[in-house]
């Protein structure tokens, strides 16, 4: 009678190895999220550079022309915000999604129609404190009343960004109304959106480093803020956007 050797598969560490490495395990699933992460970013400091052009040329100077050039350049910000809240969203909420930059410029598209006002305006209030700084700024209660006005800018522009983000209303009054009802209700939710900024600009300048965390700095910080707004639901329901 004629044996056959006996066929064994392969042992249980090989068949997890290669799991791993499969095109849908979780190795290939993390370098694509973090691909993901770099288009948004990218993505986002695309929209910075008419900063990064006025920080290069001009600069900080206490000047008619340089305080204007400023805040006009502060203009695609708030769209870029809406952007990357709404990039960061699909890349944490759609499993397997794909497109983020195209998900981005998208919500930059839609920031550019419905939040124009609020472009303007923020572009206005940093002109007014570049002027205070500008006539008072060697006193240290204008430096306080400056920092305080920028971080409240922001929390405005990163709470309206946030309602327009996860609702179909376009209407200025409404989403501003919605996000300061908001933010009073929730101003842990609001303290958490500066404290991830602040790291997230302040790891960008590191030395040495600064660089490589600044290409993933904004879909990060992005995606901090969305996990704190779904976590902490800031939105709660966007029926409160009906009138």
């Known amino acids: ?52 052009l006025f920080d290069a040329l001009v600069g900080w100077q206490p000047t008619h022309l340089a305080l204007w050039l400023g805040a006009a350049s502060l203009l695609p910000v708030a769209p ?4 990357a809240l709404s ?4 890349v944490l909420l759609v499993s397997g999604g794909t497109g983020p930059a195209r998900t981005f410029w998208r919500g930059f598209a839609r920031g550019v129609r419905s939040l124009w006002w609020l472009a303007a305006a923020m572009s206005a209030a940093v ?15 204008m430096l306080l009343f400056a920092t305080l006005g920028l971080s409240l800018l922001l929390v405005l522009v990163v ?4 309602v327009a983000e996860s609702s179909a209303t376009t209407r200025p009054r409404a989403l501003t ?37 600044a290409l993933f700095a904004p879909a990060l910080v992005a995606s901090a803020i969305v996990i704190c707004n779904r976590t902490l639901n ?6 409160e956007l009906s009138w």
């Open 87 to 90: 990039a960061a969203r699909r």
């Open 80 to 83: 870029a915000v809406l952007g």
């Open 1 to 52: 009678m004629t044996t056959h050797p006996v066929t064994r598969g392969p042992s249980p560490k090989v068949g997890r190895i290669i799991a791993m490495l499969a095109y849908d395990g979780p190795i290939a699933t993390a370098l694509l999220r973090v691909f993901q992460f770099f288009l948004v970013a990218v993505s986002f400091v695309a929209c910075l550079a008419p900063v990064l």
């Open 234 to 239: 800031f939105i709660a329901d966007d029926k």
């Open 177 to 213: 109304v919605a996000a300061v009802r908001a933010i009073i209700a929730r101003p842990h939710v609001a303290l958490s959106w500066v404290l991830l900024i602040a790291a997230g600009v302040g790891a960008s300048i590191l030395p040495m480093i600064g660089g490589t965390v």
């Open 127 to 141: 002109l007014v404190i570049g002027y205070d700084l500008a006539l008072m700024g060697d006193s240290d209660t």
């Open 159 to 162: 709470g309206i960004s946030s």
